[in-house]
């Protein structure tokens, strides 16, 4: 959970401007990209870091999981790459659609490439995309087609001794945590 504080912070930074804090409760889709390597097996990559963000958000914004993610039929030929999942969460009567998306990458697979979040209020459409470098975080974000300039977070990723020496330092247990968690369970729930 500590070692996505990074992403935690720069995607709800995403609505710190006035005009957008609005598109918060309009959200309909949620897109994670992630790490995969081509020619991975079937089901080969760990997708708990893509996972998280998901139930992070919709555990932050009091959603519930409507449709726990399944996979989706292979559309890569030959299997070049494992397939993706799709489910559904619900904020109040409005649907919010969710997407795991394995991408090609030579980063260690699994690893959370973008996170992608579109909402619609009246007739504007927002869309946010966060990624994330060894030292930076990037938020660009395009509203009713119009670019707004790009914000960049100095966050550099965290060595295992820092993660170990802040999770024992904490005292007791991270509510927020444990709701991404639980969140998280609901998402993979095999029915």
């Known amino acids: ?12 930074s995403s609505f710190d401007r006035a005009e ?5 409760g309009n959200l309909v889709q949620v897109t994670v990209s ?24 919709a555990s932050r914004l009091g959603m519930v999981v409507a449709t726990p993610l399944r996979e989706e039929p292979a559309v890569e030929p030959a299997g070049d790459v494992e397939p993706g999942r799709t489910g559904a969460l619900r904020a109040g009567r409005r649907r919010v659609d969710v997407a795991l998306r394995p991408t090609i990458s030579t980063t260690p ?3 959370t490439l973008t996170v992608e979040l579109t909402a619609r ?13 060894a030292d930076v975080v ?14 960049r977070f100095m966050a550099p990723r965290r060595a295992e001794v820092d993660l170990l020496v802040e999770t ?8 927020v945590a444990v709701a991404a968690l639980l969140t998280a369970a609901e998402l993979v729930d095999a029915g």
Do not use: C
């Open 168 to 175: 024992v330092e904490s005292v007791g247990p991270d509510p």
């Open 109 to 111: 697979p699994g690893t």
């Open 1 to 12: 959970m500590l070692r996505q504080s990074r992403w935690r912070e720069a995607i709800a």
């Open 138 to 151: 990037i938020v660009r974000t395009t509203l009713a087609g119009k670019q707004l300039p790009e914000r």
């Open 34 to 57: 992630y790490a995969a390597r081509a020619g991975s097996a079937h089901r080969d990559t760990n997708i708990i870091k893509p996972l998280y963000h998901v139930a992070w958000l």
């Open 121 to 133: 209020r009246r007739k504007e459409t927002l869309e946010v995309v966060v990624s994330a470098e």
């Open 20 to 24: 957008l804090r609005p598109f918060l």
